[in-house]
């Protein structure tokens, strides 16, 4: 607890220094002491947002998923090592972690529909609970001695279902929660918040499950109490009021995907992180590899991807600074022909020192491109379509995931590292050339 305190403290300071600072002053207020109130003109001139260190829900909201990304991570690291000591099988781990991603593929369209039509703070409370008691069963049966392997794959198709609903209605919250203005350093915020889970929580499921088998389920159970609880103090609204539909949802999700593929801004994008995971999305197997080459140990390896993860945290941060300075294209463009350039270098590295340096880099570079096009389409997205946008939106840009695990471990094995590389990096040079000659990336700020 004392490191998520410390980190939560390094955050919000690194949001002071690059959330726009507003303030207003009036010399003249009409009423007394007990009844004031201002003129329409004023409250006009007075409704400036907050600074998202003053916003009391954003923190609320924030501070809740920090914990409970947190716990997430130390449960997702303690699961396979728990279906290890049951069962001795690395296939039925394998089956476990897959249990919990086909949700997302499964029920992004629908659930997007549904994020639309109901009520997101209670949907995303009861989604919490849900998570609670399912984490709970586990607790339970390790408590009785009684865990079978079909109660954790039931537990992970819960979790899978549980998260798909929940993290489309935070997305599609977040522009309720903060200004348009606010986006980028809050989009910066969530996902260092990411990171900052990512860092904490494997080191520290590690050490409780060394500890004791229940202790990170313990934890995981602890974390999605915290963000219901946060979720409770929460006041804003997390959706504009609209009429309830009626209609059918296979005809809303059918407008979402309409609105999608004529809004050539956002399709443009959509397919453009869809490249770019495709091309990354087996970085860090390319890298054990390459560590391995060069007689890293599994500490040394594990070393580097946190220093790696540290260099994310700070491109997530730095992201709005940059926002504020120059404009999207010049953004995308240049983190995009700098990925490029940087990734072919790893053939060269000689020694583990140079592979963490351009490590670092590329991950640095990573998030900076995802914080502007975040905040960018939680902006231009309807408050009425922002769970089907959304949700259409990720199940295109994270279709390519599982595609390329399997295809960098099949080009590994059959190629080597070079070749792969090689692959990566004339995908990522495709990929920046089509972003500097799209005319829609270029427009956005004209």
């Given amino acids: 607890m004392p490191s998520i305190y410390l980190m939560f403290s390094i955050s919000i300071r690194c949001t002071r220094c690059y959330c726009a600072i507003f303030t207003m002053q009036r010399n003249n207020f009409v009423g007394d002491k007990q009844k004031q109130f201002l003129t329409k003109e004023e409250v006009l001139e007075v409704s400036t947002p907050l600074p998202l260190w003053r916003n009391r829900d954003y923190l609320l909201l924030w501070s809740g998923q920090i914990i409970s990304q947190t716990g997430s991570q130390v449960s997702q690291l303690a699961f396979p090592l728990l279906i290890l000591a049951l069962t001795h099988s690395p296939a039925q781990a394998g089956i476990a972690a897959a249990l919990r991603t086909i949700p997302y593929l499964v029920l992004s369209l629908p659930a997007g529909a549904l994020v639309d039509r109901w009520d997101r703070k209670k949907l995303m409370i009861f989604c919490d609970l849900g998570r609670f008691l399912s984490m709970t069963s586990i607790l339970l049966a390790l408590f009785l001695g009684h865990l079978t392997i079909i109660q954790v794959y039931l537990v992970s198709i819960l979790e899978g279902t549980f998260f798909v609903f929940f993290d489309l209605a935070e997305v599609s919250s977040l522009p309720q929660v903060v200004s348009k203005e606010q986006l980028p350093a809050a989009s910066a915020q969530n996902i260092a918040t990411m990171n900052i889970a990512m860092l904490l929580g494997s080191p520290l499921g590690g050490l409780l499950y060394s500890a ?15 963000s219901v609880l946060s979720l409770f103090f929460v006041r804003t609204s997390f959706q504009q009021e609209h009429a309830r539909s009626s209609r059918a949802l296979r005809i809303e999700v059918k407008e979402g995907l309409k609105w999608l593929w004529e809004h050539r801004l956002i399709r443009s994008l959509a397919i453009l992180i869809c490249g770019l995971n495709f091309m990354t999305g087996g970085i860090t197997l ?10 890293a140990s599994a500490v040394e390896i594990g070393v580097l991807l946190s220093v790696a993860g540290i260099a994310g945290v700070l491109g997530s941060l730095v992201a709005p600074l940059l926002r504020r300075r120059l ?23 000689p020694n583990l020192l140079v592979i963490a340096i351009l490590l670092s880099l590329l991950f640095f570079l990573f998030p900076i491109f995802d914080v502007v096009q975040r905040s960018l389409r939680m902006a231009l997205i309807p408050d009425a379509l922002q769970g089907r946008i959304n949700s259409i939106y990720r199940l295109i840009a994270f279709s390519s995931n599982p595609i390329s695990l ?12 070079t070749f792969t590389i090689l692959f990566m990096a004339g995908g990522l040079l495709f990929l920046a050339l089509a972003a500097t000659f799209n005319p829609h990336l270029r427009r956005v700020d004209a």
Avoid: E
């Fill in 327 to 349: 404009s999207f294209s010049a953004i995308a463009i240049i983190t995009l022909w700098a990925q490029a350039l940087l990734s072919p270098l790893l053939i060269l590295a």
């Fill in 212 to 226: 004791n088998w229940a202790f990170p389920f313990l934890a995981d159970t602890v974390s999605y109490l915290c």
């Fill in 406 to 417: 399997a295809l960098t471990g099949f080009l590994l094995q059959s190629k080597g590292t």
């Fill in 286 to 295: 390319v890298i054990i590899v390459l560590g391995q080459h060069v007689h």
